[in-house]
C-alpha cells in the first residue's frame, strides 16, 4: 500500500529527517559521492542555502510528520556566470512506499524554479542508475556527457553522466 503525502518546503526541523534520508545512501550505495554519514550538524550549512524563494529550494515529502522525501536545488558553479545553473538532486526513503513522491517533488521544485532567473538545470547522475535516469528523462533531461570513472567509492570507479534540463 502506497502511502499518502504532501509536498512542502522544507523547513529547518526537516534537516534530520533528510539526514536519515541520505544517509543509508552514503553507506549503501555509489549514488552519491559523499564517504562519511552526516550529522544535522554537518549537513547545516548546506540546508542554510535554502530560501522559500531564489534559485536555491528544497521540498520535501511529508508524510504523517515526517519526511519521506527531497528535492533541491543548489549552486552550479561559483563563477558569476554561472548563476543562472542550478545543480538538482532527489532522494526519497527507501523504508517507504512512496509511489509518485519523486515526480510531486520535482514539479514543485521546477515550478518554483520558473519563477526565478534559472536558464538550466544540471543533475549528475552515478551510473548504473536507473530509476534516477528514468525520472530526470521525465522532467525533459537529456545527457550531455559522461565523467568516465570520476569517483571512486567502495574500491571501485564510477561514472557520472551529466543531465541537463532548458528551463
Known amino acids: 500500500m502506497t502511502i499518502p ?3 512542502r518546503p522544507a ?10 534520508i541520505l544517509n543509508p545512501y552514503i553507506v549503501d550505495t555509489a549514488i552519491t559521492f559523499d564517504t562519511e554519514p552526516y550529522t544535522d550538524e554537518t549537513r547545516r550549512a548546506w540546508f542554510d542555502q535554502f530560501r522559500l524563494t531564489g534559485r536555491f529550494q528544497c521540498f ?5 510528520g515526517k519526511v519521506v522525501g527531497y528535492a533541491n536545488s543548489s549552486h552550479f558553479k561559483p563563477k558569476r556566470a554561472y548563476d543562472t545553473s542550478v ?5 526519497k526513503s527507501r523504508e517507504f512506499d512512496v509511489r509518485g513522491v519523486g ?13 526565478n532567473d534559472v ?20 522532467f525533459g533531461f537529456e545527457e550531455v556527457g559522461l565523467l568516465t570513472d ?4 567502495f574500491g571501485h570507479f564510477h561514472t557520472v553522466m551529466i543531465m541537463e534540463k532548458s528551463l
Open 5 to 7: 503525502y504532501n509536498i
Open 11 to 20: 523547513e529547518p526541523g526537516d534537516l534530520r529527517d533528510i539526514v536519515s
Open 60 to 64: 520535501v515529502a511529508e508524510s504523517e
Open 87 to 91: 545543480e538538482v538532486s532527489i532522494y
Open 103 to 115: 515526480s510531486a517533488l520535482y514539479n514543485a521544485l521546477f515550478l518554483a524554479l520558473a519563477e
Open 119 to 138: 536558464h538550466r538545470a544540471y543533475a549528475y547522475i552515478t551510473l548504473p542508475n536507473d530509476a534516477s535516469l528514468a525520472i530526470h528523462q521525465r
Open 150 to 153: 570520476a569517483g571512486r567509492k
